[in-house]
């Protein structure tokens, strides 16, 4: 559906600014009016990662007048991969002020502002209110029904992406046009189904493609040109080389922008969406043991068995000293259980300890009652124990 525009345009542009955005100016659709409009802008990025740095960058470029950052985080040397608005010498830096010289190295007419904190149920509606419109690039499931609620309630709009591996995601959600996010997804999946980038991976050029799609809609929303993804959820199979699109409905029992609504202010995110099952939570509790007492077992020659559940492609890249490799998915299915020693304690490990803690829960039910985790899996080992390999 056509929108009307969503800001006002701006008094004017300057000789350097319309010599500058002189290829906008020439669409017939964008014009001078489409470019004041985007000059008085105000867009909020939560994040500044994967999407966020696409997303920044070409936002930047397309002339925004004010670009708002939300980050907590510092680069990391994963980061670069996908992340292309830092670079090795922003190593260690803040996030936000990396991407902030980016911006500005980009287009030095663009007011930057700076959030650099966790964005949580305290702060989102303080910060969003500045804004016109969010473009949410975050990668976890609270954050993003986090956005969405304070979206509705603030009746923003926001332009919404999401990565993993090969595929992308992207789409509008506007309560007062159409649907939101919680239309399309109204619960969370369960707790470890649905891996991160962190446990999954991602095609770091996905991320300009998926970026890209999102500052284009946003365009769209400011300057009231074209029909925005308001209703429509973009498809994108990197592997296949295709797009698709499916129709999104306004849910008119949704929970939150339904007429019923019963999400009427915002909950507790990380509570409704869960970090790891309750059922993970309680097996780990008495039965989790740090990186360190696993080193001292094995000095020990204590009889245990390491079972490393992750994927063999991590496996791979990392490993402790003698785990053997059982990927999470054979112990849900149950046929790994028949292949555990029954006269050693098993110690289970992932990445971080999220996987072994779903694990362990399968484990207590079959009867391994001594069985233990690794808290922080084998980042934890190699920070603590073994520096000099690698970690992803």
């Known amino acids: 559906m056509s929108l009307p525009p969503l800001v006002e345009p701006a008094a004017e542009l300057t000789v350097d600014e319309v010599r500058r955005y002189s290829r906008h100016l020439i669409i017939p659709d964008v014009g001078m009016d489409g470019q004041k409009r985007l000059k008085n802008a105000k867009v909020l990025a939560v994040g500044a990662g994967g999407l966020g740095s696409p997303a920044l960058m070409y936002l930047a470029a397309a002339g925004v007048g004010t670009l708002g950052i939300v980050e907590f985080d510092e ?175 306004k849910d008119p029992d949704c929970a939150v922008c339904g007429p019923n609504a019963t999400v009427t202010e915002l909950i507790d995110y990380e509570a409704f969406c869960g970090v790891v099952s309750e059922e993970a939570q309680e097996a780990a509790m008495g039965s989790t043991i740090t990186p360190k007492q696993l080193k001292e077992w094995i000095d020990a020659d204590e009889k245990i068995e390491i079972i490393d559940v992750r994927e063999p492609n991590e496996y791979e890249i990392v490993s402790i000293p003698g785990a053997k490799l059982i990927p999470k998915n054979e112990f849900l299915m149950g046929t790994a259980l028949e292949s555990l020693p029954q006269d050693k304690r098993i110690v289970l490990h992932c990445k971080t300890g999220v996987r072994s803690a779903e694990v362990l829960a399968v484990l207590k039910a079959a009867g391994f009652a001594d069985a233990v985790h690794v808290g922080g899996g084998v980042i934890g080992w190699v920070n603590q124990i073994e520096p000099e390999k690698p970690i992803y």
């Open 75 to 249: 680069v990391d040397e994963s980061n670069l991969q996908r992340q292309i608005i830092h670079s090795q010498a922003d190593i260690g830096r803040s996030k936000a002020e990396s991407a902030r010289d980016s911006v500005l190295g980009i287009n030095p007419y663009v007011n930057v502002v700076l959030h650099e904190e966790r964005l949580e149920a305290e702060n989102v509606m303080d910060i969003f209110s500045q804004y016109d419109l969010i473009v949410d690039g975050t990668d976890n499931f609270a954050t993003r029904y986090l956005v969405n609620d304070a979206c509705v309630l603030l009746n923003k709009p926001y332009v919404w992406g999401s990565i993993y591996r090969f595929d992308g995601q992207a789409s509008v959600f506007w309560s007062e046009h159409g649907p939101c996010y919680r239309c399309l997804y109204p619960e969370p999946p369960p707790p470890g189904m649905v891996p991160s980038c962190a446990e999954g991976g991602v095609l770091g050029v996905l991320c300009a493609s998926i970026g890209s799609i999102q500052v284009t809609e946003a365009i769209k929303v400011l300057a009231g040109v074209g029909e925005p993804l308001v209703g429509r959820l973009m498809i994108y199979d990197a592997l296949e080389m295709q797009y698709r699109q499916v129709k999104v409905r």
